[in-house]
C-alpha cells in the first residue's frame, strides 16, 4: 500500500476525529487541520504551512449552528482558501463530506450545503464528494437543542449512519484511483435501515431520563421533503454500519 499525506479540515469535529483514526490505522501520514491545531481554515492563519507535502485535502468542517446566512459564508470561504492554498502546495484533490438530499434543499443548512458542493466543484482543484444521511451522533445533538426534561423531535423518515462507518466510506472514496465518471450519481453512504428521528431519538431519551414527544416536522425548512422521504439515500447509495439502537448499545 502506497502511503499517502492528507490534511483533515475539522479534524477535531465529530466527522473529523473519525477519519483522522481511519488514516492513521490504515498507515498514512495525517495533518490535522482546526482552530485546536493553529489551523483557520477560514482566515487563512497556519493554512500555507499545514498543506505544505499534502496531496489529498479530506474537508469534514463544518459549521456550529443550522443557520442558512452564516453557514453558507463560511463554506464559501473555507473552499475559496481550501483550493486557493490547495492549488499553491500542489495538492492533488480535495474529498468532502456532504448531506444526502442537499441537492433537493431550498432553505436552512442543507441548503448550505448545497452551495458548498458547488463551490468546491467549480474550484480548480479535482474534487470527490460523499453525501451522506444524518449521524447517530446528530440524535444526541437534538436532544441538547431543547434543554429540558421534554424533547420534541420531528418524526421523519431517517436513515441514521454512524460516523466510524461514514470516515471509513470517505476515505476509501478518497484513495480510488478512478476518476469520478460524469453523469453518475454523487456516491452516498447510509444506515442499514430506515428509521424514525424521533422513535430514535426516543431510545436515547429514556438513557437520559428525557421524555421524546414525535411531532410532525411542520416548520422546518424542506419538511415536506424530508416527511415524503426526499432525504432518504437512493438506490445506489451503500448501507453499511450498524443502527441506531445497535450503535447505542456500544456507547457508555
Known amino acids: 500500500m502506497s502511503i499517502t499525506t492528507f490534511a483533515v479540515a475539522g479534524a477535531t469535529g465529530r466527522l473529523g476525529r473519525h477519519v483522522v483514526d481511519v488514516l492513521t ?8 487541520m482546526s482552530r485546536a491545531t493553529g489551523v483557520d481554515i477560514i482566515t487563512g492563519e497556519g493554512l500555507a504551512e499545514a498543506l505544505t507535502g499534502v496531496e489529498v485535502i479530506i474537508d469534514v468542517a463544518s459549521w456550529h ?5 452564516a453557514a453558507t459564508e463560511f463554506f464559501r470561504t473555507s473552499a ?20 444526502i438530499g442537499a441537492d433537493k434543499a431550498t432553505a436552512g443548512f442543507l441548503a448550505a450545503k448545497k452551495v458548498h458542493e458547488e463551490l468546491l466543484l467549480s474550484g480548480p482543484l479535482s ?3 460523499l453525501r451522506a444521511a444524518q449521524f447517530h451522533e446528530f440524535v444526541g445533538q437534538l436532544l441538547d437543542w431543547q434543554q429540558g426534561d421534554v424533547a420534541y423531535i420531528p418524526a421523519l423518515p431517517t436513515q441514521l449512519v454512524a460516523c466510524r462507518t461514514v470516515a471509513e466510506e470517505l476515505v476509501d472514496l478518497t484513495l480510488d484511483p478512478g476518476a469520478p465518471v460524469p453523469g453518475t450519481p454523487i456516491p452516498e453512504i447510509a444506515g442499514p435501515r430506515k428509521e424514525i428521528m424521533a422513535e430514535a431519538a426516543a431510545l436515547l431519551g429514556a438513557r437520559r431520563s428525557i421524555k421524546v ?3 410532525d416536522g411542520s416548520g422546518m425548512p424542506d419538511a415536506e ?19 441506531f439502537k445497535e450503535w447505542l448499545g456500544t456507547q457508555p
Open 25 to 32: 490505522e490504515r498507515g498514512h501520514r495525517v495533518v490535522p
Open 65 to 69: 449552528s443550522s443557520e442558512q446566512e
Open 80 to 99: 475559496r482558501n481550501l483550493h486557493e492554498y490547495g492549488q499553491r502546495a500542489g495538492v492533488a484533490r480535495i474529498a468532502m463530506a456532504s448531506i
Open 127 to 129: 474534487v470527490r464528494i
Open 213 to 215: 414527544i414525535g411531532v
Open 225 to 243: 421533503t424530508a416527511a415524503n422521504g426526499g432525504f432518504l439515500p437512493g438506490p445506489h447509495a451503500k448501507l453499511a454500519g450498524p443502527t
